[in-house]
């Protein structure tokens, strides 16, 4: 199982960006994968979710509307569309999947969001 994340970067507030994690080893449609960032300072803390099978998401309550997980099966590729950026959304990225009793993390992408 290897997961990579990209697509971050320094925006400014108000910006959008959209990051990927591609998988390999395994299916992203068979399994739950889920977006996590770690702000400056603080503790990891879950962004959003995609389910297997049909994909349903779910999402942190105050990100709600600006932020949207999604996947592309024919790329085995999950991504997370970031818009309308706000500088608390400052942090490092992180692709998780968990898998017959084993949590799987990519490397992380920083994302910064500042004038």
């Known amino acids: 199982v290897q997961l990579v994340e990209s697509g971050g970067g320094l925006v400014q507030p108000g910006g959008s960006l959209r990051l990927s994690c591609a998988a390999s080893g395994f299916t992203v449609s068979s399994y739950a994968m889920r977006w996590y960032r770690q702000p400056p300072g603080k503790e990891r803390e879950l962004v959003a979710i995609?389910?297997?099978?049909?994909?349903?998401?779910d999402y942190r309550d105050s990100l709600k509307g600006r932020f949207t997980i999604s996947r592309d099966n024919a790329k085995n590729t999950v991504y997370l569309q970031m818009n309308d950026l706000k500088p608390e959304d400052t942090g490092m990225y992180y692709c998780?999947?968990?898998?017959?009793?084993?949590?799987?993390w990519g490397q992380g992408t920083q994302v910064t969001v500042s004038l």
């Open positions: 995609i389910n297997s099978g049909p994909g349903i998401t």
């Open positions: 998780n999947t968990f898998q017959y009793g084993s949590d799987y």
